[in-house]
């Protein structure tokens, strides 16, 4: 699981000042120039995380990168990977607490009880704050999971939050619409970027086509 520059250009603007909680150690997927050209901040702390990505050059420290940045990282996870993880199972319920911004940079794939963790992490966003997703649409294995933009859509939107990005990427700058048609033969991961505009408890959506098709039912009766 990282965060890669596109994820840090998204994110970065609402930085300065914020509390950020992450499910799991966000490795940060770019080296200290590629950081230095795209947010001007110039990471000191380095860490051998690079050998998960298979990358040649040490991979930024997360928790002094996101100090640079001026937020307060914290992390949860069912495994210490650094230590300084809070210890949580995000497949029970969780209150969390409340922050500016949420990160999920490939978890909740990992959690069988999927819709339990998307609850528990999108309630720790408080009223104004935003949520990150960067979630497989198409790797095989990878998780238990791969996920469809439809389960972002519908849980963000009949939950009354604003999504600001819902769009698909690769290791290339390829960017289309999730509405458009795309071959399977790479790899795909999905990045939903959303804002909670109330406090109003969260639910379970149901899939908006069966919604409208209840709601045509319920007009023709």
Known sequence: ???PIYALRKIQPYLKGA???????????????MIQQALGVTP??????????????????????????????????????????????????????KYDLVLDPGTMEHCFNIGQAIINAASAVKVGGRILHLSPMMMMNHGFYNICPTFYHDFYGQNHWEINTLEPLNSSPERFSVSDRFSPY??????????RRTDAALGFPQQTKYLKMNAKQAEAA
Do not use: W
């Open 186 to 195: 790479k790899e795909y991961l999905l990045c939903c970027f959303a804002m």
């Open 44 to 97: 000191m702390k380095y860490t051998d995380q690079n050998k998960r990505h298979r990358l040649e050059k040490q991979l930024p420290e997360s928790f002094e990168f996101f100090e640079r940045m001026g937020a307060t990282l914290e992390c949860i996870d069912n495994y210490p990977t650094t230590g300084f993880e809070k210890i949580i199972d995000l497949n029970e319920p969780h209150d969390l607490g």
């Open 1 to 3: 699981m990282g965060l």
């Open 19 to 33: 509390k950020v909680l992450c499910l799991g150690y966000p490795d940060i997927i770019a080296t200290g120039p």
